[in-house]
């Protein structure tokens, strides 16, 4: 099947700052991207669709903001959480999509806001 | 809003029987939908998809079954093995070209031995 990276894995980062997860599709082209939130024992919440080349369309609720997307390729797009705080830990997992078939998932990043 | 639902959050089965992992859909609309299995502390794994136009999938040891009539997803494992303990997921793909895939609750399955 299809390869999707994310990168990091894991991160673990001071309340106040920002950080980035990368979410590549190694071996297709995915003009779609999606990002989901996980917490523990729940199921996947989605995020955001992300197109290339054009602005996220976030589902309700979550702050575009704070979460901010970039689909800069057809191979990847980011994530950057602004101004972490202690809630916003949790286990973002992307997706991409190969045209209109299943949607691959990377392996997850898990963020810890200390 | 429409979501996707599981009746049983846990379902313990003995190694070597047939599991059966149900999910109820709402949104009649939906046109495709995907059951994906995962590891503690990784992402999704693809097993097998059904779109709507059918309404049974077969792979390797898995079944998909689709009643649009009542809106019922069901995952059929057989002959379940202690690698089959994971948490599934349902999804459905909201349709109408938003390419959007919403996720059931999920079902942890334990194998027992």
């Known amino acids: 099947g299809a390869v999707v990276s994310q990168h990091p894995s894991r991160v673990i980062c001071k309340s106040g700052t920002s950080v980035k997860i990368e979410c590549r599709s190694l071996?297709?082209?995915?003009?779609?991207m999606f990002w989901y939130r996980q917490f523990p024992k729940q199921s996947l919440m989605l995020m955001a669709t992300s197109n290339e080349g054009s602005k996220a369309t976030y589902e309700q609720g979550v702050e575009k903001d704070k979460f901010l997307i970039n689909h800069a390729s057809l191979t990847l797009s980011t994530l950057t959480v602004t101004s972490a705080h202690p809630e916003d830990s949790s286990f973002y997992i992307c997706s991409a999509r190969r045209g209109v078939g299943e949607a691959f998932f990377g392996q997850g990043t898990r963020l810890t806001v200390v | 809003g429409e979501s996707v639902g599981l009746h049983l959050p846990t379902l313990s089965v003995q190694e070597g029987d047939n599991s059966i992992i149900n999910c109820a859909y709402s949104?009649?609309?939906?046109?495709?939908f995907i059951w994906y299995k995962q590891e503690s502390g990784k992402g999704p794994q693809f097993i097998i998809d059904?779109?709507?136009?059918?309404d049974k999938r077969q792979g390797q040891r898995v079944t998909v079954l689709l009643n649009k009539t009542v809106k019922h997803l069901s995952l059929q494992i057989a002959a379940t093995q202690p690698g089959d303990s994971a948490v599934y997921f349902c999804?459905?793909?909201?349709?109408?070209?938003?390419?959007?895939?919403?996720f059931g609750t999920g079902t942890r399955l334990k194998v027992l031995a």
């Open positions: 071996d297709f082209q995915a003009t779609t």
């Open positions: 949104n009649s609309a939906s046109d495709y």
């Open positions: 059904i779109r709507s136009n059918m």
């Open positions: 999804a459905e793909n909201m349709g109408s070209g938003t390419y959007k895939y919403i």
